[in-house]
């Protein structure tokens, strides 16, 4: 059993900055790409961030020149690092991972819980 718990969520003032951290455990044989989601109220979840097993990163606009997203394989962890925030990143944030838990399975798509962000203006 996979289980993905992030933290590092919270309020800020605009301007502000948090660092997401999600953690993998349990049965892992192999992580794959991990990536960061989020979803504001009343719209679909969206892609933030993400970063392949040998560091390849990928950004969706809004994240572009703010956002930071690292990992640290040895840890199966993955972090967003969010400066300059603005009220329209208030969103619940979601940690995703693609993972093997043996060295001949197909990899399975795992979700974290979510951590709240909330941005004040």
């Known amino acids: 059993q996979v289980q993905l718990v992030e933290s590092g969520g919270g309020l800020v003032q605009a301007g502000g900055s948090l660092r997401l951290s999600c953690a993998a455990s349990g049965s892992i044989f192999s992580i794959n790409t991990m990536g960061w989601y989020r979803q504001a109220p009343g719209k679909q979840r969206e892609l933030v961030a993400m970063?392949?097993?040998?560091?390849?990163?990928h950004y969706e606009d809004p994240a572009k020149g703010r956002f930071t997203i690292s990992r640290d394989n040895t840890k199966n962890t993955v972090y967003l690092q969010m400066n300059s925030l603005k009220p329209e990143d208030t969103a619940v944030y979601y940690c995703?991972?693609?993972?093997?838990?043996?060295?001949?399975?197909?990899?399975?798509?795992?979700w974290g819980q979510g951590t709240q962000v909330t941005v004040s203006s």
């Open positions: 970063i392949t097993s040998r560091g390849s990163t």
């Open positions: 995703n991972a693609a993972i093997s838990p043996r060295p001949s399975a197909v990899p399975g798509d795992y």
